[in-house]
Each structure stands twice: as C-alpha cells, then as structure tokens.
Nanobody
Framework: VQLQASGGGLVQAGGSLRLSCAAS????????MAWFRQAPGKEREFVSW????????YYADSMKGRFTISRDNAKNTLYLQMNSLKPEDTAVYYC?????????????????WGPGTQVTVSS
C-alpha cells in the first residue's frame, strides 16, 4: 500500500481543514488506517484510527469532538475532517496503514506510511 496525504495548509484558529490520504494497492479496503501528527520538536503522536469497514473509529482525547476520521473504500481514500482548529494542532500530519484488524495507537504498529502534509494554525 502506498499512501499520499494532502489537504494541509494555513488556517486561522477556529477554522477547518479536511485532509485526504490517497492509497494505492488492491488491499486498501481490508486495511486499517490511522492519522498521526508531529509538531516541531515533539514526538509523533496518534490522532485517530478507523477500521477497514469504517464502522469503528477512535480518537485521541484532545481531538474528540473536533476531528472526524472517515474512509471511502471505493475511492481508496482516507479523510480527516478537522474543525475548531487550535494553534496547538499545528503539525505535519501523516496517514498510516496496517492490515492487522484491531485498534493500534503506536506508530511502530503501522507498516505503511505516506509523506506528511503540513497543517499550520495561526492564532
């Protein structure tokens, strides 16, 4: 599975962005997906996870109620809708994939990664 994230940019605090992650490969629909992010000077952190069907999702506490993960298996695309953005959401956002069918929050649990997309939230 090859992944390519897009949709990042500069937005004011309180604004919204939708990230996309285009996947190639025949097994995307059977692959669990996640978003991670890495702020300057910090370790990469888990943001959200979605199972291969799209019926189960999980969010890090600071993203609950603001971010929504979804996927369209027909389009081989993963999404992250980010609302009520805060300056502390500024980071490079990465999409990740792994076939193991259970919730995973550690970055080392994911086999496939794409290059990130920069999100900058101004105050």
């Amino acid at each position: 599975v090859q992944l390519q994230a897009s949709g990042g940019g500069l937005v004011q605090a309180g604004g919204s962005l939708r990230l996309s992650c285009a996947a190639s490969g025949p097994t995307f629909s059977r692959t669990e997906m996640a978003w991670f992010r890495q702020a300057p000077g910090k370790e990469r952190e888990f943001v959200s996870w979605i199972n291969w069907v799209g019926g189960n999702t999980y969010y890090a506490d600071s993203m609950k109620g603001r971010f929504t993960i979804s996927r369209d298996n027909a389009k081989n695309t993963l999404y992250l809708q980010m609302n009520s953005l805060k300056p502390e959401d500024t980071a490079v956002y990465y999409c990740a994939a792994d076939p193991a069918p259970f919730l995973k929050k550690r970055e080392t649990a994911y086999e496939y990664w794409g290059p990130g997309t920069q999100v900058t939230v101004s105050s």
